[in-house]
């Protein structure tokens, strides 16, 4: 099924495989989502013209694709069980030799002869990596830029964020260390899960998972918006990362290479209405809850990227100039959307107990985000951390609407500012909800059809071949 959806990339096909796939499976997977204005249908719409097609451009590119990230930090809550010894959970660091000069100078070699003739750079562990900035930023600009760096923000972040100049952060390539189910689970993943949701997530007292908070207000019982609007965020982020443990499963591990690929009984237990007693459903609205989340903060955020002084730096001018331009493009897009959710309708209360409410629910993201350092399996831990930090700069992003809006034209700002650590996690943790949509209508017919051969003729007029033998799913032209 991994192949499958990759498949289907233009929007013409996009576009006929939304038609012909929508699932009976998932009846209750349409109409208006709680909490906001938006259908499911629309969302499936714009993201497979708008979105899909540019998002997948920007990830490979080589700003997103390199991530630092600290995989050896000890866990703050309890007792490590050990990294897992599955070979398919550990992660391959990338060579020094294959991260683009730019991203391992630090913030002022830009563009310089130095640096375009790939000669000697500032060790990374000497730069400070804080952000997008050129060298022709002026020495009060830089100096400001600085303070900025030693000012204690922490009280705009929702993550915590690993230090990316510690000897123990690696870059790690992202397109050769795909998400994927490795064989781990058991108790040290449960425990994972358990603590997210029984210690850190706002539920009613009563109610305890797999079973649904968000219940109609009864009394005491019923969760104000902001906390279902928490919940809702957690569940969805369980579910993305689920729903790709499910497309990509360690299905034989063999003598020689592992065998990936879908696993419906899996998918089955986790999301099909009957096995889960209607929960499944609730879960994958949530996912595209968190999808409109993420969207609204990505065409907020729009001006700070904006600004001329601000570059997406790898070194390679040509390179960097094509990325920025594709950014600016993709935002474009996501300011197209016609039914955002308003986050103004969130803290609006009294002004003292707005503050405190909102505290509350950055706290708990933190916990949440700390607790990703107790996941045994390396990769499990990286794609963890990566997606959390992603929802994280997601959400500064949208409490941060004053400080957007008073950015500085010319030169950094106290106010807010984003690493490219940030950059990076929250253009790739919303990467990872785009394909899911296509793999929500492709699993319904996968797993409720049996043997099966659709054809499907796209609005242009070309014809595919989608047939499912034996458990062996394909999609091919047809003539």
Not at 4 to 30: D, G, M, N, Y
Not at 137 to 156: C, G, I, T, V
Not at 385 to 403: D, P, R, V
Not at 430 to 439: C, M, N
Request: charged share 25%; glycine share 6%.
């Amino acid at each position: 099924l991994g192949c499958v959806w990759r498949v289907l990339r233009t929007a013409e096909q996009s576009r006929a495989a939304l038609l012909i796939l929508r699932s009976p499976c998932f009846p209750q997977l349409t109409g208006v989502l709680d909490d906001c204005f938006c259908d499911i249908e629309s969302i499936d719409v714009f993201n497979n013209f708008k979105i899909y097609p540019r998002i997948q451009k920007l990830t490979e590119r080589d700003y997103f694709r390199y991530y630092r990230v600290n995989l050896n930090r000890p866990c703050p809550f309890w007792a490590d069980d050990g990294h897992c010894s599955i070979k398919d959970c550990q992660v391959e660091p990338c060579p020094e030799s294959k991260i683009p000069v730019g991203i391992k100078s630090g913030n002022y070699n830009r563009y310089s002869q130095v640096t375009n003739a790939n000669t000697d750079i500032v060790d990374c562990e000497q730069a400070q990596d804080l952000g997008a900035i050129n060298s022709t930023l002026s020495n009060y600009s830089k100096e400001a830029f600085e303070d900025w760096a030693r000012h204690d923000d922490a009280q705009d972040h929702f993550c915590e964020l690993d230090d990316e100049t510690s000897p123990d952060a690696d870059y790690v390539d992202l397109l050769l260390n795909p998400e994927r189910y490795t064989g781990y689970k058991g108790p040290s993943a449960w425990r994972v899960w358990n603590s997210i949701y029984e210690e850190n997530c706002f539920k009613p007292r009563s109610v305890y998972r797999p079973l649904n908070p968000l219940v109609p207000p009864r009394g005491k019982g019923c969760l104000c918006l902001e906390k279902r609007v928490f919940y809702r965020l957690i569940s969805g982020l369980h579910s993305s990362i689920n729903i790709h443990l499910c497309a990509e499963y360690l299905l034989d591990e063999g003598w020689g290479k592992s065998l990936w690929g879908p696993n419906v009984q899996e998918f089955r237990q986790r999301f099909d209405p009957a096995e889960t007693k209607g929960e499944g459903t609730r879960r994958l609205k949530n996912l595209y809850f968190l999808y409109l989340i993420e969207l609204r903060a990505l065409s907020k955020v729009a001006p700070y990227f904006d600004r001329a002084f601000v570059n997406l730096y790898t070194g390679d001018r040509q390179e960097d100039r094509a990325t920025k331009e594709l950014l600016l493009q993709f935002f474009n897009e996501t300011k197209a959307f016609p039914m955002h959710f308003d986050e103004k309708s969130m803290f609006a209360g009294q002004k003292i107990e707005a503050k405190t409410l909102k505290e509350e629910f950055r706290l708990h993201f933190k916990n949440i985000s700390r607790i990703m350092d107790c996941v045994g399996c390396s990769k499990c831990r990286l794609w963890g951390k990566l997606q959390t930090q992603g929802l994280g700069t997601a959400l500064k992003i949208l409490f941060s609407e004053k400080e957007i809006k008073n950015l500085p034209e010319h030169s950094p700002s106290k106010g807010f500012q984003l690493t490219r650590q940030e950059i990076v996690a929250l253009l790739n943790g919303f990467g990872r909800l785009i394909p899911l949509l296509y793999t929500l209508c492709l699993y319904g017919w996968y797993y409720c059809l049996g043997n099966w051969v659709v054809f499907i003729r796209a609005h242009n007029g070309k014809c595919f071949k989608m047939e499912n033998k034996n458990d062996n799913f394909m999609l091919e032209k047809y003539r």
